[in-house]
Structure formats: C-alpha cells, structure tokens
C-alpha cells in the first residue's frame, strides 16, 4: 500500500471520490513514500550491522583506520569486532570478536599452561577473506603473553572422494583447493 492509498484511508469515506482529494494524494503520495525510505535509512544508521553511510564515523570513534576501498560487510566486521572487543579478555571474548568476521562456526580452546589460544573455523573452508583484519583486532585485544593459532578448515581427500560428481560440479575449485568459502 502506496502512503498515498494510506492517506486517503484516514480521511472520511466521502473524501474517497473527490478528484481534488485525489490529486492532492497523488501529489503527496511520492513525497511520503520518500519521507518514509529516509527516515528508515536515518535509523540504519545508528546500528553497526546495517550502516552505510556513517561507516566513517564509527572508524574514527573507534580509532579504526578509514579504508573506503573494502567492501562495506568487511568494514562492518571490524566495527562490530571492536565495539565487543573490551573488558577481560576471555574465550567467549575471543569468539565473540571473531564470529564479527566470520559468519561460520567457530571454537576457540585455551591452552592455559601454554599461554595459547586457539581459534578453530569449523565451517570456512580455506582462508577467510578478511582474516589480517581479524589478527589485527585479536592483536590488540589480547594479553601480550598470549600466543594465537588460527586453525584453517580443508576439504580433505577423503571427503572429496566421498561426494558425488554434483557436489563436486556445485563446488567452486577454491573451496577444494582451499583458497576461501
């Protein structure tokens, strides 16, 4: 329903048939509708996960250095990473800043003897595409003590031996080789 038809829904039944009444919502139906689709866009931009345009802003509040060039989900990413990145630095932290970067599952095990902490992909095979942002950002939320490992996830021969020839036809020759999802 255009704002014009919701317009003339509040008005009196008998306004319905008035030409003029019309033509005013005709009028007034495209400047609505505009209103709405601003107002809607203002209000985007006042959460990390659905910002555009004031990308920027975040970056400099956060003291993140502004690259326009990378894609907007990746910008997104390191924003979210370091707005949960502060307080005590624990596991759950850690999965938290990385599952910013990473829409798949992830596990992060502490090797607490061992001043270590890994951080496990399950589900990214390969690479994935904004990791140095992730290293970054875990860098400089952990201890200086700590050491991090990043465990990669493969396809590995037994598993390609196991699919059929469509799954391997719907799989992209990175995802085998391991160059990204």
Known sequence: MSKAEAWLGYLPSFYHDIREMKAIADAEGPELDKLTQELDDQLDQYYPETATWTLSRYEQDLNIPVNLSKPIEQRRSVIISKMRGSGKVSASMLKNVAQAYDRGSIEVSVQPSEYRVTIHFRDTFGIPPNLGDLKSAIEEIKPAHIAIDY???????????????????????????????
């Open 151 to 181: 465990a990669l996830r493969y396809l590995t021969i037994a598993e390609v031996e196991g699919m059929t020839f469509d799954e391997i036809s719907a799989t992209t020759q990175d995802r085998l080789l391991g160059g990204g999802a």
